[in-house]
Nanobody
Framework: QVHLVESGGGLVQAGGSLRLSCAAS????????MGWFRQAPGEEREFVSA????????YCADFVKGRFTISRDKAKNTVYLQMNSLKPEDTAVYYC????????????WGQGTQVTVSS
């Protein structure tokens, strides 16, 4: 059973930073991609960033390039999302997810962590 637990959300002023963590357990993730998604009130969930667990190859949405960085610590089985230069429009619930490489969808999701950026 895959278990993903996010932490690190909170309230921050515009221009500030937060680091989200996603603790993963339940299996070996060497054949998985780990992703971060977000969903703002009244909006659809959108892709933010992803990383291949084994190679560390990263992907990110255009709107976070230069501001957000995804990374993973294999020893701690944890994925991070470092968020800098936060904007009010980054306010959302942020979710961690796991997808088997070659799979069609992210099959495993965490419960989410709230990020609120004040202007």
């Amino acid at each position: 059973q895959v278990h993903l637990v996010e932490s690190g959300g909170g309230l921050v002023q515009a221009g500030g930073s937060l680091r989200l963590s996603c603790a993963a357990s339940g299996r070996t993730f060497s054949s998985y991609n780990m992703g971060w998604f977000r969903q703002a009130p009244g909006e659809e969930r959108e892709f933010v960033s992803a990383i291949s667990w084994s190679a560390g190859t990263t992907y990110c949405a255009d709107f976070v390039k230069g501001r957000f960085t995804i990374s993973r610590d294999k020893a701690k089985n944890t994925v991070y999302l470092q968020m800098n230069s936060l904007k009010p429009e980054d306010t959302a619930v942020y979710y961690c997810a796991a997808r088997r490489i070659g799979g069609n969808e992210y099959a495993y999701w965490g419960q989410g962590t709230q990020v609120t950026v004040s202007s």
